[in-house]
């Protein structure tokens, strides 16, 4: 059975990159067999089956993204969102050195809302382009989650390899107090929630393979990307995954060095 990327649902290029991670550092020799869940055999299916010729092992792959906050996926979209308003609305400004526009990270909001936000920044940049030019910042702040700032970038705080003009956006995040750690063995409910649908839907999804090596990927997004595996096992301490999991995994994709990205994986559980 071969596999029909773009008819959707199997990720091939993901499951690809994990079964290589698994060859490389364990000496496996699984290839891949099926798309499983773009063929409707009307049960929920994992999303890829990998076999190993020599020993007709199987193994099956579930992935899941999963984000702290749970809005993360909506509200880093967002900042894209201000980005493109930002550069159409301050397209043909003539600009002959480097000037910065800073948000806040992760920025919640109605689109509109959003637009008519970064609209009357823009605005207020170009009526007083030539005091940002002879150095003056400007700022304001609409409440206390929408604000923006815009400067020319002092040449003392450039990074070496920055451009020497045009218009950059840094996303300012908060800083992180202790009362804002995510506890692993006290998770919220918006995040214990989230974990045990992902665990019902993979009882459901590996029911047909229980012969075979079952795993679940963890795509984690927001605040989960800087948790250490020793986190997650406290996590699973508290709200432990069913028998029919066998593994749990993280899959990012990220920097490997300072130039470099690829798939980076650990094993969780």
């Not at 079952?214 to 995954?241: I, S």
């Amino acid at each position: 059975m071969s596999c029909l990327p773009e008819s959707g649902g199997c990720e091939r290029p993901f499951t690809d990159a994990f079964v290589n991670h698994l060859n490389q550092s364990e000496g496996r020799q699984y290839l891949h067999r099926a798309c499983l869940d773009i063929h409707g055999t009307g049960a929920p299916q994992p999303e890829a089956l990998y076999v190993e010729p020599d020993t007709d092992l199987q193994l099956v792959i579930e992935r899941k993204s999963i984000s702290w906050p749970i809005d993360y996926p909506y509200r880093h979209s967002n900042d894209h969102f201000i980005s493109q308003v930002l550069s159409d609305a301050l397209k043909g400004l003539k600009v002959d050195d480097l000037y910065e526009v800073r948000f806040p990270m992760l920025i919640q909001g109605k689109r509109e809302q959003l637009r008519g936000f970064v609209l009357r920044a823009t605005d207020k940049i170009r009526a007083n382009w030539a005091k940002v030019e002879s150095g003056i910042a400007l700022t304001e702040r609409v409440n206390e989650n929408w604000w923006w700032s815009f400067r020319r970038v002092p040449s003392s705080e450039r990074e070496d390899n920055s451009p020497s003009a045009g218009l950059q956006v840094t996303w300012v995040g908060r800083s992180m107090m202790l009362e804002d750690w995510l506890s692993p063995s006290e998770p919220p409910d918006d995040l214990a929630s989230t974990l045990q649908n992902i665990y019902s839907a993979c009882v459901a999804k590996f029911a047909a393979y229980t012969i075979a090596r079952r795993v679940l990927v963890l795509d984690p997004h927001g605040d989960l990307r800087h948790h250490f595996a020793e986190w997650w096992h406290e996590l699973w301490t508290a709200l432990p995954p069913p028998p029919v999991i066998e593994e749990i995994w993280s899959g990012m994709f990220d920097y490997v060095d300072d130039e470099t990205q690829d798939w980076q994986f650990e094993r969780l559980r």
